[in-house]
């Protein structure tokens, strides 16, 4: 059994940038994947970012150039640096990991951007 916890959401300016982290209560080894979502209100939950296990990346056109995915296995821990930040950005933004037999969702941290 894996435990995601989310931090470091804000709020933040127009241009500003966060860095938001996933923290795993178990290794993160084993999840094949993991990804960043985000759900703004009256809106679906987007996927935002993908990162395999190898280390393979991938965005939503929406935050290309803007935001990185990254994961460090010996902490546990998946990060998503957000930078250039818009209105449009504001969501609360959840942390997924895909084990094989199981998949993992973390409680979501709030991103508010001010214009």
């Known amino acids: 059994q894996v435990r995601l916890v989310e931090s470091g959401g804000g709020l933040v300016q127009t241009g500003g940038s966060l860095r938001l982290s996933c923290v795993a209560s178990g290794s993160i080894f084993s999840l094949n994947v993991m990804n960043w979502y985000r759900q703004a209100p009256g809106k679906q939950r987007e996927l935002v970012a993908t990162?395999?296990?190898?280390?393979?990346?991938g965005y939503a056109d929406s935050v290309k150039g803007r935001f990185t995915i990254s994961r460090d296995n010996a902490k546990n821990t998946m990060y998503l640096q957000m930078n250039s930040l818009k209105p449009e950005d504001t969501a609360v933004y959840v942390c997924?990991?895909?084990?094989?037999?199981?998949?993992?969702w973390g409680q979501g941290t709030q991103v508010t951007v001010s214009s």
């Open positions: 997924y990991g895909l084990g094989v037999m199981s998949a993992y």
């Open positions: 990162i395999t296990s190898s280390g393979n990346t």
